[in-house]
């Protein structure tokens, strides 16, 4: 179990929760943008199908957990007079109290264990959901029925003389973990009933993880109570307490150890826990902000080009997502009309556009998401502190006096760990509700400083960065690009507005990159974006194709032993004698990526392009962030899996929103429409950079896509050649089989 891995990719889970890959038939009928279309399908299902249950796979144990402490003592406890709460002595609970709880700590036991055995497919949906809903249920109403009657009809008088006890208080807060997990159990089957996921749970490897180190480190951490107990002569409870403290590394002092034994169990026992402390935080962190922030990014980055979508259409500006036909040549009144007299480039250039506004629409989405993340986890911290302040105040009030100002000052040095010691809980109550109370406040601390790594730190950095360069460290842009950077985010965007974004992570991060042979090979065939503008595609010669060339018959007879790379090096060759031409007075300077302006001749020189670009691009999967690409290597790698960016019978307008079918899934290719309702049959389908179809709009990395399709591709041509020479091995056959009954016709 790699809990560690932050770059398992969620679409292991994705593909079974969503059924993207249900129907291979579809599929092999639309191999180039059967994407997968998870923003589609609404964010809640995942949290219904996926979240809840890992949830509850995970609290449900710390609610068994806090159910064996609510059974190992009496609820109830004297204090005798001229003593302290410190002093108090057990009051022996009625058996029927104690034969109840134990049967719900039975009932839950068993409710929690055909949760995990469904959750590892040895058990059916059908059977153990049913069993494990009705067992928290019946947990949790049992445990409400015991604290009521406690609260009430057990309660002893004179009552400023009797206290709860902290088992009294781990009964209550295991009631309410109960039904919370037994609640999002409901709706995760009312989900699969309704046929808004599959009856069977699909959990990574790391969901799986953090329930088995959830479970393992509540019960290190309660038989560790227990072996402390015995040596140090505490209660038990206590006991629970001075673990939580320690192994959460809090170290208030209050409950301290005095003998040899104890002190030299205490350094394995806090090796040993604290570092599966770190690898159940460990997990929540990877869950959270990398397995859920890719659901999460998808469906943000498909309102996000709803909205862009429907707001653009609103305006004049809307034509510019519709394809150039050739009628179409006086469609920008901008431009120069004897440069579009050929539609090919004239929707090259659009295409270009459009790929850039779509890069914009991911950066504001993923900005967003970030800035959203970091609002929820300071929100969280916060109502944990402040309530939680609330509550040690109100608990401790009677016993110590203290205000509210005392229980913000001692959660805050209890959630950061630093853990003074100079005021401590000693009330049932508060020692009970700090075990319950770090189990959430410090793995929600730790969530918050991940996600301030990705907003303030990363502001703070940048800005440290982006001042250096316009001062004293000039960057590799230039002094006069920095200065023009800087007023551009100063102002906003309102001054020098960058028309393109960084396709590589800015500030340190990009910086960092390791620098790859092919790297500086593409500084050194940089060619601009402006090479898809009419003018480059107008002074690009005669030799560049006006139409995407269909990979070669392999009855041409050409051969095949060209050099891969010579392919790439003609076409770049050819580019760059245009890129010395651009350069002359007049023109404008270039930089960027190329276009290949042609396919190889043959068909097993296109396999060898194929078989080496997957080389290249199995290297991108390597790059933390992952690696984006221009819109010149998308133009290249569509074009060898068949679609040709300047054709714009293969484009179209996108829509604003795309229309769910009646069940409200995600629709569907048929066979004579595609997913938007244009025809496609055998032929491709329309898309649009900015529409849902948008290979920018797959939850899996740009590298992971790009290498997908052109596996696929090269799987198509080989597939090609073994029904061909199964065939031709069919045809020998039956002419030999022929061959042999005539001669043994003549021989008879």
Known sequence: MEDADLNENIAEHTEVVDNVHGNKDQEEAHPVFHAQEVHLDRTRWWF???????????????????????????????????????????????????????????????????????????????????ITIVGWYISSILLIALCATAGGPLLLQPEIEHVWSQAFYYGLFAAVLYFIVASLMVITVWGAQAGHYPHHFELTMSQRTLMLQTIAFLTYLLLGALVFSHVENWLYLDAVYWADVTLFTVGLGDVSLETKLGRGLMIPYALIGITTLGLVIGSIRSLMLDRGKDRLDARMLEKKRRRFVRRLMRTSEGDVLKPIEEKDADYYPDWNHDALQKSPKAELQRRHNEFHLMRKIQDQASRKRRWMAMGVSTSSWAVLWLVGAKIFQECEAPYQHWSYFDGIYFSFQAMTTIGYGDITPVSNSAKAFFVFWSLLALPTLTVLISNAGDTVVKGIRDATVLLGNITILPGERGYKMDIKHFLSKLSFGVLFAEETIHESPPGFLGAAQPRSDRDEKNEEESIDDELCSPESQENAGENAPSEPRAPPDPSSGQSSGANVRNIRKSALSKLKGIKDKTKQPGTRGISGGHIPDELPKTRAEYRLVLIDEIRRISQDLQHTPPRKYTYQEWAWYLRLIGEDESDPSTHRKPPAKPHPTSDGKAPQPTEKHGTDGIKS??????????????????TRDEAEWILDKLSQKLRQELQGDVEEYEGEEGVRNAGEMEEHCHDVKNAV
Do not use: Y
Not at 94 to 121: E, Y
Not at 681 to 698: I, R, Y
């Open 48 to 130: 219904a199908s996926a979240a809840f249950p890992m949830v509850a796979g995970t609290l449900g144990p710390v609610a068994s957990a806090f159910s064996i402490c609510a059974l190992v003592k009496p609820w109830r406890q004297r204090i005798p007079p001229g003593s302290d709460v410190t002093k108090a002595v057990f009051i022996h609970d009625p058996s029927w109290l104690v034969a109840i709880n134990a049967v719900q700590l039975a009932i839950a036991v068993i409710a929690n264990c055909f949760l995990l055995l469904n959750m590892t497919k040895r058990v059916r949906f059908s059977i153990a959901q049913p």
């Open 681 to 698: 049959g055998n032929e491709q389908e329309q898309w649009s950079w900015v529409g849902h179809l948008s290979p920018l709009m797959d």
